[in-house]
RNA sequence: GGGUGCUUAGCUCAGUUGGUAGAGCAUCGCCCUUACAAGGCGAGGGUCGCAGGUUCAAAUCCUGCAGCACCCACCA
């Protein structure tokens, strides 16, 4: 058996995954077994992967793998989304670079181009799931604008427009003037900016008096159509019915009185646009105020403005119109003012309010079972506290605006007429009939898109051939967890649950886990423009420095920005970043995937895991040559299975215990860890050292050492099958290798049954091992205290009456010879003098001086180990003297604290009078 | 203006019904011992953000405060 010395990932991984997809290994069968379904979230078609998905990717396919390997029919549906605005933003920048507009080329070419991006580009993010060892079913991948797909979301909103849940309005909608489209609320990003407050001052229609009003967008004036005041405000509640004359329009406008307005605030007055403010369209309601729009769709001025501001780009315009003011010396003054600012989530360019006719879904009505399934635990949020968040929204959720000025999406089934009278139908032929439009009638269909949000809601069931009744959508709806990350709480996770209810009549998850955001070492986020992103592929496969800083300058705006980050990125990574291959990177995320906070993705820790990959891969190795070379003939029932066995076994049934607990409550850190310190600790560090020493020695019978290979080999597959879900491709790798000595076994380990926590009555066991490797402590303390050397070949005395104990000694001496490199044993009648004391429970060990230890070192020491005892004996002796204590605590509790004094003084005894002697 | 999360060793973080504060990395010794130097063996290091309260007992429960981060919200 040939394994190199130590695990490189390379080559391995891939040949690997090509055999588990070319075998159908990650296909579900609609089979008679109970179901574990996940839907991935669907990334961008022509998107690549970022440490978020390989964070996201990495615990849904621990899930999938586990619940496989537990014998359920596990299917982890995939596909990707077609992103409208993203993806539309790069065929058209792509468009621009060759000198033409999307307008010139028109809508049918348009798309062309669009879907032969797609064929480019798609394959990027599939190809990258794979690279990350992800066992979702390709046989199924789907697209969100499959023919399939479109049918149900044609299917869903003809559906809600005949029940009036879907209606089309004139409204007042965030407008992105770059791209030219409606946006939905959640895509508006509000953030504080610096900017002013301009006072600007207004005449009274046939008085002199002026009025002030103060505004942070002096340009949107030209579309006043009045002026707010408090109508308790004792300043202006003579002037409430009267007229102003608007400046530079000299239009005259009403100034009118509503609570709304804040007294406090600037000066009191507030100018009314409300063609261009959410608030003021409002209040425009309520006064019946006229609507005067300024914009073009570019946000450009209008034929609504006097002449010299039209065409004007409205920040120029706010300048000049700023000017004319000052000029007619109507302009107060200019504060200084932080305000929110509202961008485009994809463009950041300022949002306008925007009246236009788009399709909006009344979604009150759907939130309300949503609300109720969360309520009622049809969906459970992990952790709990994010149904708070949903519920926040839910209550306060307003009409959805889905309708997108864009080409690049599910374009709306509806046609109009001549006359501008609406049809919905699935197709032209289904709004006719439904219509009652005659042949005769020219329709033409709706020009817009649908937000891509609206397919994403349907993803649960649309992948799964909904509205068709499939085996599938039966075996596997609703599916088990859904995992994300809280940014798309409202943008997703609210819209499913309320469309699954709707149409299904049950909830498209039963959980949903919301893991954290992957930061850099820092605990900045990761953004391109900043220059910190870290590419999966790259911790996996390596790169050098110089590939890295290209990469991270090309991802910058500014050229002084990229020089900062080039600096910064030579000093963070002087060498690159070495390959650390894809278990490694799972693991670290794995582990790092506490609840409720973020991570932050340090090099140390993948690090540090990579060698973890080596040690289980040198245990492997270790694990076979001993096989090759020790291993003989006895059958199984005449194995002899001693206490090191029996205690191993037990600790792997403890730490199963543990990880399958960790994986059914999300707790994937404790999963990692609990494997981390089994594989390490108990494995490594112990049960493998101690096999050693009875297999290397001469005179251990053929029923010992087969016991003990037995029982190598026995953990060696367990750990290995536990480590797979996190793990896939080194548990693989080195399964496949020990298959030949295991009994019949299939054909990969992904497709084994996952370990169960059994139950093992090794108690006793334990409890010897436990006091071995105390024993054996003792030893190396010591001998590390001294500085005696490690080649060294010292004496032991022991002196104590436990018989037991004296026993357990006997019984292992082999194992304390090896390990502590003792020459002998010798049983002591009376306590040493001259030698170096450890207490290991009832009985006591010396090492003698023998010229190796300074008898006043030795008072040190002990002295030290003396201060110890002396403070556990006073805590606890504290706690026993106090009566309520006593009283009240629980028995239990008591009796633990009574043998802990006990022993601490027990050992207090022992110490002094050793520390005396000397 | 509301809401959520966080604050524990030098760093990054665990700490599950309250019951002797833990890990990884880093640091300091000693070892190239025939699975692994990507390793082994050992050591040092914390008034658990601050102030109160409940309790026999608080990192853990309650209240208040501070700092940091994020989310939501129409103050011109």
């Known amino acids: 058996m040939n394994m190199e010395k130590s695990y490189d990932p390379k080559n391995i991984e891939q040949k690997l995954y090509s055999t588990w997809e070319e075998n159908g290994y990650f296909e579900s069968g609609i089979v008679e077994k109970d179901s574990y379904c996940i839907m991935l979230p669907p990334p961008n078609v022509t998107g690549s992967l970022h440490m978020g998905h390989a964070f996201q990717d990495t615990l849904m396919d621990a899930l999938i793998r586990f619940n496989r390997m537990r014998g359920k029919d596990a299917l982890w549906q995939c596909g990707t989304d077609h992103a409208g605005i993203a993806t539309q933003i790069v065929v058209e920048r792509q468009l621009t670079q060759k000198g033409i507009a999307r307008q010139d080329i028109g809508r049918k070419a348009f798309l062309e181009e669009a879907w032969r991006w797609k064929a480019e580009s798609g394959g990027t993010i599939t190809e990258q799931l794979r690279r990350m060892g992800s066992s979702m079913d390709w046989s199924r ?5 499959d023919d399939e797909l479109s049918n149900t979301v044609k299917q869903v909103f003809v559906s809600l427009y005949r029940e009036g849940l879907i209606y089309r309005g004139k409204r007042l909608v965030n407008w992105d003037p770059v791209l030219k489209t409606a946006i939905s609320d959640l895509e508006v990003v509000s953030e504080e900016e610096k900017g002013s407050l301009w006072h600007m001052c207004y005449e009274m229609e046939g008085t002199q008096e002026k009025i002030i009003v103060a505004t942070t967008r002096p340009e949107t004036m030209l579309g006043d159509t009045a002026i707010a005041v408090h109508p308790e405000d004792v300043r202006y509640k003579h002037l409430i019915g009267s007229s102003v004359k608007l400046p530079i329009t000299n239009r005259l406008i009403p100034v009118i009185a509503d609570d709304y307005v804040d007294q406090e605030f600037g000066s009191g007055c507030v100018k009314i646009t409300p063609a261009h403010d959410f608030n003021d369209y409002l209040m425009g309601q309520r006064h019946n105020l006229p609507l005067i729009n300024i914009f073009e769709d570019d946000a450009t001025l209008n034929e609504n403005v006097p002449e010299k501001y039209r065409g004007l780009d409205r920040f120029i315009a706010r300048a000049l119109i700023v000017k004319e003011m000052q000029s007619l010396g109507l302009l107060e003054k200019i504060d200084d003012h932080t305000l929110m ?53 839910m209550n306060n959720i307003q009409d959805w605006c889905i ?27 289904d709004a006719r009939e439904h219509g009652g439009v005659p042949k005769s009638v020219a329709l033409r269909q709706d020009e817009d898109v649908l937000d891509t949000w609206f397919s994403s809601a349907l993803w649960p069931f649309s992948t799964l051939g909904w509205p068709e009744k499939t085996p599938e959508f039966k075996q596997h709806y609703p599916t088990d967890v859904l995992v994300t990350g809280f940014d798309i709480i409202f943008f997703w996770v609210a819209r499913m649950i309320m469309m699954g209810l709707k149409f299904t009549g049950s909830v498209p998850f039963k959980e949903v886990y919301i893991h954290g955001l992957v930061r850099d070492a820092k605990g900045q986020k990761m953004s391109k423009s900043k220059g910190n992103i870290l590419d999966p592929l790259d911790l996996i496969d390596g790169i050098d ?31 690159g970043i070495e390959s650390f291959g894809t278990d490694a990177l799972r693991f670290t995320f794995a582990i790092m995937a506490t609840q409720g906070r973020d991570i932050r993705f340090e090099l140390t820790r993948i690090n540090g895991y990579k060698n973890f990959c080596n040690k289980v891969w040198n245990a492997a190795r270790f694990v076979l040559s001993v096989v090759e070379q020790y291993k003989g003939q006895t059958a199984e029932k005449d194995l002899i299975i001693g206490v090191p ?56 019978s053929q029923q010992v050492k087969d016991g003990i ?51 093992h009555d090794d ?35 022991v002196f104590g009456n436990n018989e037991e104990q004296l026993g357990w000694l006997q019984q292992n001496e082999d194992v304390i010879l090896t390990v ?99």
Not at 141 to 145: A, I, N, S, V
Not at 406 to 417: K, S, T, V
Not at 552 to 559: D, H, L
Not at 768 to 796: C, H, M, Q, T
Request: aromatic share 10%.
């Open 403 to 429: 309708s997108r000025q864009l080409w690049w999406g599910h374009r709306i089934p509806a046609w109009y007429d001549e006359e501008g009278v609406i049809y919905v139908g699935t197709d032209e032929a």
């Open 645 to 700: 066995e029996q205690w191993i076994r037990e600790r792997f049934r403890a730490s199963i215990a543990q990880v399958v607990k960790g994986f059914n409550e999300y707790r994937f850190d404790r999963s990692a860890q609990s494997l981390y310190e089994f594989v390490w600790d108990d494995y490594c560090d112990w049960y493998i050292e101690v096999s050693k020493v009875r297999l290397y020695r001469e005179g251990t």
């Open 763 to 797: 108690a006793k066991a334990v409890e010897i091992f436990e006091w071995l490797k105390e024993f054996v402590l003792g030893i190396r303390r010591i001998r590390a205290d001294y500085n005696i050397e490690p080649k060294k070949v010292i004496s032991l005395s």
């Open 141 to 145: 991948e789907k697209f969100t604008l």
């Open 545 to 575: 420095l110089s590939d890295l800083v290209n990469k991270r300058r090309a991802g910058v705006m500014k050229s002084g920005d990229a020089n900062k980050i080039e600096l910064e990125t030579r000093s963070e990574f002087p060498k």
């Open 341 to 393: 600012v509202p961008r485009g989530d994809r463009t950041r360019t300022v949002i306008e309010p925007y009246l236009t006719d788009q399709w909006f879904v009344q979604v009150a009505e759907l939130a309300k079972p949503a609300v109720e399934a969360v309520e009622q635990g049809d969906v459970k949020f992990v952790p709990e506290n994010w149904s708070k968040t949903y519920f926040d929204w």
């Open 709 to 759: 290979c037995s029982v190598l080999i026995e953990m060696l597959e367990d750990l290995l099958k536990a480590l797979h879900p996190i793990m896939p491709f080194i548990t693989e790798e080195i399964w496949l290798k020990l298959r030949p000595i295991l009994p019949a076994r299939g054909e990969s380990i992904m497709l084994e049954p996952y370990p169960a926590p059994e139950r």
């Open 820 to 918: 502590g490199r003792v020459g002998n044993i010798s049983l002591a009648k009376e306590p040493l003098i001259e030698a170096a004391t450890s207490l290991v429970g009832e009985l006591t060990l010396y090492i003698p001086f023998d010229g190796l230890i300074d008898k006043n070192a030795e008072r040190i020491r002990l002295q030290k180990e003396l201060e110890k005892a002396e403070k556990v004996a006073r805590q606890t002796e504290k706690n026993l003297e106090n009566q309520s204590f006593i009283e009240k605590a629980p028995a239990k509790v008591v009796e633990e604290m009574r043998a802990r004094l006990e022993n601490s003084a027990s050992a207090i005894v022992k110490l002094q009078a050793q520390i005396v002697k000397l």
